[in-house]
């Protein structure tokens, strides 16, 4: 891992570029980039910009409500959004901006999540009692962390769910898995086919990487959160 040093480099490095693309991480390997904050319109926020036309984000059921502001202000109960089909596998790493976390009910950040074939690729929110969670699931791996989550930049892949600014957690084997081409949704998870677990999140950003190689290392997604951070 870099020093605080080497790392502050690399952001000055990297500031120049889109926040969407590292100087070793090219705008090729990111599958989809969404920006709802500061967009001027609904439309616009789901623009894939990475390659607009192709991987849009498009909305389920009903509209979104929309701000410039927040984003995507998921209601908890309808809406969500979807990010069209790709290649879920284990050399993804996801990455969301969110705020307004409820871990009062369980709600699923972003996910297609719990069937019988797949153990998912999933960001949750829940609680046990008095504790509160943040837990993730991604190719065949996934961990729990205890934290009351409200606002905050969070990556994950097969290797690590870390959250800007915090220490790295590691993910441990947790079922099987099948690697599928699919849907991401996020405000909500699929489950055996049926979206299901809105959550009443606010999503400024969310971006996924998969060059179907090999995953983000713990530096890349440090240095890609940071610039997400400051959108």
Not at 82 to 111: A, C
Not at 181 to 192: C, K, P, Q
Not at 200 to 222: C, E, G, I, K, P
């Amino acid at each position: 891992m870099h020093s605080h040093k080497d790392f502050l480099t690399l952001l000055l490095r990297n500031s120049a570029l889109p926040w969407y693309e590292l100087s070793d991480v090219p705008a090729s390997e990111i599958v989809r980039a969404y920006c709802p904050k500061g967009a001027n319109n609904i439309e616009q926020s789901c623009t894939n910009l990475v390659s607009p036309g192709s991987g849009d984000a498009l909305m389920v059921n009903v509209e979104t409500t929309f701000d410039p502001e927040y984003g995507w202000m998921f209601d908890g109960l309808t809406q969500s959004v979807s990010t069209g089909e790709m290649s879920l596998d284990d050399t993804m790493t996801t990455f969301i901006r969110f705020s307004n976390g409820n871990q009062d009910e369980f709600n699923v950040l972003f996910g297609n999540n719990m069937d019988t074939i797949n153990s998912g690729y999933c960001l949750d929110l829940f609680h046990s009692g008095s504790k509160r969670f943040i837990s993730g699931r991604c190719g065949g791996k996934g961990t729990s962390v205890e934290r009351i989550v409200v606002s905050e930049v969070v990556a994950i892949n097969a290797d690590y769910l870390y959250i800007y600014g915090e220490d790295a957690y590691e993910m441990s084997n947790s079922d099987v898995y099948a690697s599928r081409y699919d849907s991401l949704i996020i405000g909500a998870g699929i489950v055996d086919g049926i979206i299901s677990n809105y959550s009443s999140v606010y999503v400024q950003t969310f971006m996924v990487h998969n060059n179907s190689v090999a995953r983000l290392t713990l530096d890349q997604m440090q240095q890609f959160c940071a610039k997400i951070s400051r959108l």
